[in-house]
T-cell receptor, first 112, second 114 residues
Framework: DGGITQSPKYLFRKEGQNVTLSCEQN?????MYWYRQDPGQGLRLIYY???????QKGDIAEGYSVSREKKESFPLTVTSAQKNPTAFYLC???????????FGSGTRLTVV | GENVEQHPSTLSVQEGDSAVIKCTYS??????FPWYKQELGKRPQLIID?????GEKKDQRIAVTLNKTAKHFSLHITETQPEDSAVYFC?????????????FGQGTTLQVKP
């Protein structure tokens, strides 16, 4: 069953702690994206990757980091430098420019 | 900078009525416009999309129209049903590049009353 899987579903972060959100896809898509969703707002782009070992900053990359060592995987690390990390994080993949996104089910991150 | 404005932010209709959501984009190079539906607590799902060389596209009860001159596109849902209740997002491609990046509107919460 092809798709995109995010884990964990819920994540709690303590002050000063780095946490990593997992995103795995078996759709053979080249492009992958991380978006942040806050209540009442649209999705904002954090990072994206069009090919293995290459990624680019989006609109709100500060305090986040990513890697793309495998085509299937695009993990997002929320570092302690991100001062307001509480949000719903969505990973997406795409086969190409005119084909839209397939989204994962999201990770809800809360600072405790 | 690039942005997409979406209106209204909330929309309540009676079952069977039509619903219209409107979006305006700023980047004249945008050439791809998808619409996503997000039910409560679930992932957004693509429901319909349109490319800039097409003015209208229809899929059963859902249609999208595009006015490139006005940089305006709209989602039309006819014969609404309670299961259409969700948050709807419009999006526009970032220019004409092949990065696949999208910029999203703020979302419209649609409530269909039985």
């Amino acid at each position: 069953d092809g798709g995109i899987t995010q884990s964990p579903k819920y994540l709690f972060r303590k002050e000063g702690q780095n946490v990593t959100l997992s995103c795995e896809q078996n759709l053979n898509h080249d492009a992958m994206y991380w978006y942040r969703q806050d209540p009442g707002q649209g999705l904002r782009l954090i990072y994206y990757s069009q090919i293995v070992n290459d990624f680019q900053k989006g609109d709100i990359a500060e305090g986040y980091s990513v890697s793309r060592e495998k085509k299937e995987s695009f993990p997002l690390t929320v570092t302690s430098a991100q001062k307001n990390p509480t949000a719903f994080y969505l990973c997406a993949s795409s086969i190409g420019q005119f084909y839209g996104y397939t989204f994962g089910s999201g990770t809800r991150l809360t600072v405790v | 900078g690039e942005n997409v404005e979406q209106h209204p932010s909330t929309l309540s209709v009676q079952e069977g009525d039509s619903a219209v959501i409107k979006c305006t984009y700023s980047d004249s190079a945008s050439n791809y416009f998808p619409w996503y539906k997000q039910e409560l607590g679930k992932r957004p799902q693509l429901i319909i999309d349109i490319r800039s060389n097409v003015g209208e596209k229809k899929d059963q009860r859902i249609a999208v129209t595009l006015n490139k001159t006005a940089k305006h596109f709209s989602l039309h849902i006819t014969e609404t049903q309670p299961e259409d209740s969700a948050v709807y997002f419009c999006a526009a491609s970032r220019g004409s590049s092949n990065t696949g990046k999208l910029i999203f509107g703020q979302g419209t919460t649609l409530q269909v009353k039985p």
